[in-house]
């Protein structure tokens, strides 16, 4: 089992910056690949980006250029950093590991609520 833990939401204004922390109960980088997914009211979840244990990256197009994900295999932690946010970036954004060579095994986070409002 796999525990994913995130950090860093808050309320922050139009053109504000954030940065999300997903830290992982234990060492999984090597063979788990990462990913942040949002979830707005009224909405289904999306991919917002994903980083594979090589470092190769996905972005959805709403984010590209502002967004950045990164992962430090020593702390076991995957980040977000969010720059330019707007008001359509607000929702509950969650962390998910997901083992590359087995799928089934996909874990989830709690979950960290993300405002963008003046």
């Known amino acids: 089992q796999v525990q994913l833990v995130e950090s860093g939401g808050g309320l922050v204004q139009p053109g504000g910056s954030l940065r999300l922390s997903c830290a992982a109960s234990?060492?999984?980088?090597?063979?788990?690949?990462m990913g942040w997914y949002r979830q707005a009211p009224g909405k289904q979840r999306e991919l917002v980006a994903t980083?594979?244990?090589?470092?190769?990256?996905n972005y959805a197009e709403s984010v590209k250029g502002r967004f950045t994900i990164s992962r430090d295999n020593v702390e076991s932690t995957v980040y977000l950093q969010m720059s330019s946010l707007k008001p359509e970036d607000t929702a509950v954004y969650y962390c998910?590991?997901?083992?590359?060579?087995?799928?089934?095994?996909?874990?989830w986070g709690q979950g960290t609520q993300v405002t963008v409002s003046s």
């Open positions: 234990r060492s999984i980088f090597g063979t788990y690949a």
């Open positions: 998910r590991a997901q083992r590359e060579r087995d799928p089934l095994f996909t874990y």
């Open positions: 980083i594979r244990s090589d470092t190769s990256t």
